[in-house]
C-alpha cells in the first residue's frame, strides 16, 4: 500500500513568477535584500561594471528599477560612456522560498 509517486516539481516554478511580475520598485527589492545594483558598460572594448548602493544613489523608494535611468544621468564610471545597462545586486538577495 506504499506510494511513492513522486511528480510535483516546483523548480520552474518561480522563474515563472518573476517574468510575469512587474518592474520592481526600489523599495520592493530593498524588501527582498537587494541593497545595491550594478552598472555595467555596454562599449565592447571597456565592459566596465560598478555595484552602485541605493542609498548612495538616493533614488526614491517607490521608483521603479527599470526607470532609474530616466532619472539619473547614470555613465560609465571609466570611459564616460551613457550607454550602460543596470541589474540589481541579486547576491544578497534573500531566498524567501527556503
Ligand atoms: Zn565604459
Not at 565592459?47 to 547614470?74: T, W
Request: contains cysteine.
Amino acid at each position: 500500500m506504499e506510494r511513492a509517486n513522486r511528480d510535483g516539481l516546483d523548480a520552474g516554478r518561480l522563474v515563472c513568477h518573476l517574468a510575469s511580475m512587474p518592474p520592481p520598485t526600489i523599495a520592493k527589492l530593498k524588501s527582498m535584500g537587494v541593497r545595491r545594483f550594478s552598472v555595467t558598460c555596454s562599449k565592447f572594448d571597456c565592459r566596465h561594471s560598478a555595484n552602485v548602493d541605493f542609498a548612495q544613489a538616493g533614488l526614491p523608494d517607490n521608483l521603479y528599477f527599470p526607470d532609474i535611468a530616466m532619472v539619473r544621468r547614470v555613465t560609465c564610471a571609466k570611459c564616460g560612456g551613457r550607454d550602460v545597462g543596470l541589474m540589481p545586486d541579486w547576491t544578497t538577495h534573500r531566498a524567501a522560498d527556503n
